[in-house]
C-alpha cells in the first residue's frame, strides 16, 4: 500500500475569530505527520494571533501575500522583533515564545 503525503489544508473548516481564520493540522488529522502541525492563517490588518510557544515541535512559516511583524521571546527573556513580506519564511525554536 502506497502512503499519501498530501493534505487538503485548505478544504478544512476554518476557525473563526475577531481578526480572522486559522486551518490547522495535526498528527491527528494527517498520522504521517508526526513531528509538524500545519496551519493556514489569514489575519486582517492590524490584529495580532496570541502569543503561544510549542514544547514539543519547532515552527516554521511562509508569508504567501502581505507583510506581517513577529516577536520571538527566547527562554532567556530577550525579544527579537523581525517584519516578514510575500515569499519571506520564518522559524522559530521549540520553546521559544511567538
Excluded at 496570541?50 to 527573556?77: F, I, K, M, Q
Aim: hydrophobic content about 30%; proline content about 4%; aromatic content about 14%.
Amino acid at each position: 500500500m502506497t502512503k499519501t503525503f498530501k493534505y487538503r489544508l485548505e478544504q478544512q473548516t476554518a476557525y473563526k475569530h475577531s481578526g480572522g481564520t486559522m486551518r490547522e493540522v495535526s498528527v491527528t488529522d494527517f498520522p504521517v505527520s508526526t513531528a509538524m502541525t500545519g496551519v493556514s492563517l489569514r489575519l486582517a490588518p492590524g490584529t495580532l494571533r496570541e502569543l503561544h510557544w510549542h514544547t514539543n515541535a519547532s515552527e516554521w512559516g511562509y508569508v504567501v501575500s502581505g507583510s506581517c511583524r513577529t516577536t520571538v521571546l527566547h527562554p532567556d527573556g530577550t525579544t527579537y522583533i523581525d517584519n516578514f513580506n510575500s515569499g519571506d519564511v520564518w522559524y522559530f525554536p521549540k520553546g521559544y515564545g511567538h
